[in-house]
């Protein structure tokens, strides 16, 4: 999406539009959320017509209510398209395991943290639903890291913007590099610690398989 489109749709929408792009992108379509607040606030800075805290405001409510449209649709229909379609793409039994095991243990703070990675945020709160992470724990990771991610954007952006309102392309795409190469380094990470945290998940599965068959009836 070029910088002129997009200053085109913020003259004519406004906030609307950020808030539209957030939800989808939250939500799970490819959108570029950060594109979006980055050009907004630099749109701010240099005009008076859109303030930092309504952007801000706009875009925080954006990206938490996309996040739980999200966890819905991964709720109702995740596990039936990852049954389906998941091993075509490599999402073996083991790793289901293996994602079950890392949203059970450290699911709200990988909510938050995924927040600043653009290729695992249109995923992320699938994932959330599908595994079924408690709602509670979700929403925790959801408003601090909807909440964190938003505010570095539009008042980080908004204040360099008042010296550098020239550089919103390049901040745009500086932005998608840095997000592109922590994921890959992410990726390679979890790929050389494949077999471990299969191991730890399949002894956490055998001790829950356990819990629930000693509880009482």
Same mark, same amino acid.
């Given at each position: 999406? #070029?910088?002129?489109?997009?200053?085109?749709?913020?003259?004519?929408?406004? *906030?609307?539009? &950020?808030? *539209?792009?957030?939800?989808?992108?939250?939500?799970?379509?490819?959108?570029?959320?950060?594109?979006?607040?980055?050009?907004?606030?630099?749109?701010?800075?240099?005009?008076? #017509? %859109?303030? !930092?805290?309504?952007?801000?405001?706009?875009?925080? /409510?954006? /990206?938490?209510?996309?996040?739980?449209?999200?966890?819905?649709?991964?709720?109702?229909?995740?596990?039936?398209?990852? +049954?389906?379609?998941? !091993?075509?793409?490599?999402?073996?039994?083991?790793?289901?395991?293996?994602?079950?095991?890392?949203?059970?243990?450290? $699911?709200? &703070?990988?909510?938050? &943290?995924?927040?600043?990675?653009?290729?695992?945020? !249109?995923?992320? +709160?699938?994932?959330? $639903?599908?595994? $079924?992470?408690?709602?509670?724990?979700?929403?925790?990771? +959801?408003? &601090?890291?909807?909440?964190?991610?938003?505010?570095?954007?539009?008042?980080?952006?908004?204040?360099?913007?008042?010296? *550098?309102?020239?550089?919103?392309?390049?901040?745009?795409? %500086? #932005?998608?590099?840095?997000?592109?190469?922590? *994921? %890959?380094?992410?990726?390679?990470?979890?790929?050389?610690?494949?077999?471990?945290?299969?191991? /730890?998940?399949?002894?956490?599965?055998?001790?829950?398989?356990?819990?629930?068959?000693?509880?009482?009836?």
């Amino acid at each position: 999406m #070029s910088a002129d489109l997009l200053h085109r749709l913020l003259h004519s929408y406004g *906030l609307g539009f &950020v808030f *539209l792009v957030l939800v989808l992108d939250s939500a799970g379509l490819p959108l570029p959320g950060e594109t979006a607040m980055i050009a907004a606030a630099f749109y701010a800075a240099r005009s008076h #017509s %859109l303030g !930092p805290v309504p952007l801000f405001l706009a875009s925080a /409510a954006g /990206a938490i209510g996309g996040a739980v449209l999200g966890y819905a649709l991964g709720w109702r229909f995740g596990a039936q398209a990852l +049954n389906r379609f998941g !091993p075509r793409f490599g999402y073996t039994e083991d790793r289901q395991l293996v994602a079950h095991y890392l949203i059970d243990r450290y $699911g709200a &703070v990988l909510i938050a &943290v995924g927040r600043f990675f653009a290729l695992l945020r !249109p995923v992320e +709160n699938l994932l959330a $639903g599908t595994t $079924g992470m408690e709602f509670r724990r979700f929403m925790a990771g +959801n408003v &601090v890291g909807g909440v964190a991610w938003t505010s570095l954007y539009c008042f980080g952006i908004y204040l360099a913007g008042k010296k *550098l309102t020239h550089m919103a392309g390049e901040a745009a795409t %500086l #932005s998608g590099i840095t997000a592109a190469v922590a *994921l %890959l380094a992410g990726f390679l990470l979890l790929r050389r610690q494949e077999a471990r945290l299969v191991e /730890a998940a399949r002894a956490a599965a055998a001790r829950k398989r356990r819990h629930v068959t000693d509880e009482p009836e």
